[in-house]
DNA sequence: CTCCAGGGATGAT
DNA sequence: ATCATCCATGGA
């Protein structure tokens, strides 16, 4: 349900190939650091831009300055192709999200004020669910790198491929494509103890005992207890489900990173901190939009280890944890 | 080699 | 409720 960016235009590739190209206006928009922030996990850099799937559909995105390029792979109807294109494109990306209002909405500290600064043009995506949700159940106690891994072997193995300038890219597989795997297949993708947890949750929901679709009516409180009833799902992995995916701008998935960071910056004094207090606190303190707040505090820790964080062993940052913003309960 | 990674499930305090 | 432990794998 995107508002469509106005003033799109239609040109003709030079470049490359002789596949039309769809441009659209996207202020306030870092498609790079939007791609690399740790919320999706299959884009490839290609050339100037990246390659991958949204949905079933293959494209190649590139940005050049406040406006991205796209191409889509085959185009058998290219008149209402493009049409569509600019809508998904516009959609998946969220062009439409006040991201100057949503910024704004952030609390006013240091910690914050320099994830903001430098995570400039980060969009919270719009993930489709299932592949959202799979992706997350492979996440746990993996690094970022890894999954993206993960997510390429399975969609090799599992998916249906699509070309893209002879470049083939592969479709996230289907609750039933991966239903019908066993868990052996799964742990041959570097699954691990995972791999039952995956096969079990795609069989829940391709039989429809679990209706990812229908779950999206149910408000917050609702929609993380349903997702946490599916094996592999907990807290984190049902917050950011419901952040990616479902649009839960609120949700604020705490993993070891944000852990620190909440620990480091905003509980400094506090020698034991519990799991009940960091979540009450990110909670509330970081607004409606907690949940892009959090991506954003996320996104500068991970970009910034070794220096700001890296557990007991980083010295030299001495820096005061600002304790104004901690309750002082 | 060791340490750690966008955790979850289970069982014991 | 909080804590301890194990789970499997690979990058740094």
New binding site residues.
């Given amino acids: 349900m995107a508002a469509l960016p106005l003033n799109f235009s239609i040109e003709q590739g030079t470049a490359r190939s002789t596949m039309k190209f769809v441009q659209i206006p996207a202020p306030d928009f870092d498609l790079a650091m939007t791609l690399k ?3 999706v996990f299959h884009w490839e850099k290609i050339d100037n831009g990246f390659c991958g799937t949204i949905g079933d559909r293959a494209v190649h995105v590139e940005q050049v300055g406040k406006v991205i390029k796209v191409r889509g792979g085959e185009t058998p109807q290219p008149a209402r192709e493009t049409r569509a294109l600019r809508n998904i494109i516009a959609d998946y990306f969220a062009l439409d999200h006040p991201l100057s209002e949503i910024c704004a909405s952030f609390p006013n500290d240091p910690t914050m004020n320099a994830a903001r600064d430098f995570c400039r043009g980060l969009r919270i995506i719009r993930q489709p669910k299932w592949e959202c949700l799979a992706t ?2 492979c ?9 993206r ?1 993960i997510s390429r072997a399975l969609r090799k193995r599992f998916g249906d491929a699509r070309k893209i300038d002879h470049y083939t890219v592969y479709t996230f597989p289907s609750p039933a494509q991966l239903a019908k795997s066993s868990e052996k297949e799964l ?1 041959e993708c ?6 039952p ?1 995956l096969l079990a949750t795609a069989r829940l929901v391709h039989s429809r005992a679990a209706d990812l679709d229908a779950l999206a009516a149910l408000p917050d409180v609702d929609l993380r207890e349903k997702l ?1 009833e ?11 489900v419901m ?2 995916a479902y649009e839960r701008l609120r949700a ?7 852990e ?1 960071v909440l620990k480091e910056k905003y509980f400094r004094r506090r020698r ?1 901190v ?4 960091l979540r009450a606190f990110s909670e509330t303190y970081f607004g409606k939009h907690g949940g892009y707040a ?2 954003y505090l ?2 500068h820790a ?1 970009m910034n280890k070794t220096h700001a964080y890296g ?3 980083a010295v030299g940052r001495q820096q005061e944890g600002h304790e104004s913003a901690c309750p002082s309960r």
């Fill in positions: 922030s740790g919320q997350f159940i996440s746990s106690v993996k690094q970022v790198a890894h999954i891994q742990r570097a699954l691990g103890y995972r791999a947890n946490c599916l094996p592999g799902v907990g807290a984190k992995v049902a917050n950011c952040l990616f604020f998935p705490i993993d070891v990173w944000i620190r034991k519990t799991g009940q207090r959090q991506q996320f996104h991970r557990g007991r062993r």
